[in-house]
């Protein structure tokens, strides 16, 4: 079990919008700032989000983070086929005194 | 432009030591808050944090290994070592370096390694 509890699976319909979630506690995204990875199978993960609701150069604005005390969600709105990956949260940890990530949400493009 | 490339033995018999070496450039882990860290991916399954070294010399460890893990650094060469001792099978996974440019605890991995593929087994 994750520390960070991600839903295994999502999906939904090209141009339609999915939400993923990811729950923590006050030791990780309660106290520090979340960020998400996309990984499409076979590729190395690559940062979507940083500092909660940050996109990197790069990221398309049809995806957007949120935060709200020990959650975060990240939103994908106008669903293409080329989102269809795993999405991965992180965050500090004080109790494990390390970095801990979800266990992953496997998105399809149906 | 920073890149990151894992180098090391693609099989590894249970009991032995696991060497990685994460060489890298268009960055110095001299540099003010600069770390590089190791994560790694069993086949099939999530992302698991194992390490991080700054550009002070401070390290960090997931807890559940860290009496198994050692990690290190040569500034001049560019290159950041991990170590892991006694392997099990259940080591076997993809390793990957990633670079973090902010020290501190919000940090995140803004490059990332291809990774090397490590599987376990007599």
């Known amino acids: 079990q994750s520390v960070l509890a991600q839903p295994p699976s999502a999906s939904e319909t090209p141009g339609q919008r999915v939400t993923i979630s990811c729950s923590g506690s006050?030791?990780?995204?309660?106290?520090?700032?979340v960020n998400w990875y996309q990984q499409v199978p076979g590729t190395a993960p690559k940062l979507l989000m940083y500092n909660n609701d940050q996109r990197p150069s790069g990221v398309p604005d049809r995806f957007s983070g949120s935060k709200s005390g020990t959650s975060v969600s990240l939103t994908i709105s106008g669903l293409q086929s080329e989102d269809e990956a795993d999405y991965y949260c992180?965050?500090?940890?004080?109790?494990?005194?390390?970095?801990?990530f979800g266990g992953g949400t496997k998105l399809t493009v149906l | 432009q920073v890149t990151l490339r894992e180098s090391g033995p693609a099989l590894v018999k249970p009991t032995q030591t696991l060497t990685l070496t994460c060489t890298f450039s268009?960055?110095?882990?001299?540099?003010?808050?600069?770390?590089v860290n190791w994560i790694r991916q069993p086949p099939g399954k999530a992302l698991e944090w194992l390490a991080r070294?700054?550009?002070?010399?401070?390290?960090y460890y997931t807890t559940s290994l860290k009496t198994r893990l050692t990690i290190s650094k040569d500034t001049s060469k560019n290159q950041v070592v991990l170590t892991m001792t006694n392997v099990d099978p259940v080591d076997t996974a993809t390793y990957y370096c990633?670079?973090?440019?902010?020290?501190?605890?919000?940090?995140?991995?803004?490059?990332w390694g291809q990774g090397t593929l490590v599987t376990v087994s007599s």
């Open positions: 268009g960055f110095s882990l001299s540099t003010d808050r600069m770390c």
């Open positions: 006050r030791s990780n995204i309660g106290t520090y700032t």
């Open positions: 992180a965050a500090w940890d004080d109790g494990l005194n390390g970095l801990v």
């Open positions: 070294i700054d550009w002070d010399d401070d390290k």
């Open positions: 990633a670079r973090s440019p902010l020290g501190g605890y919000n940090y995140y991995f803004d490059y």
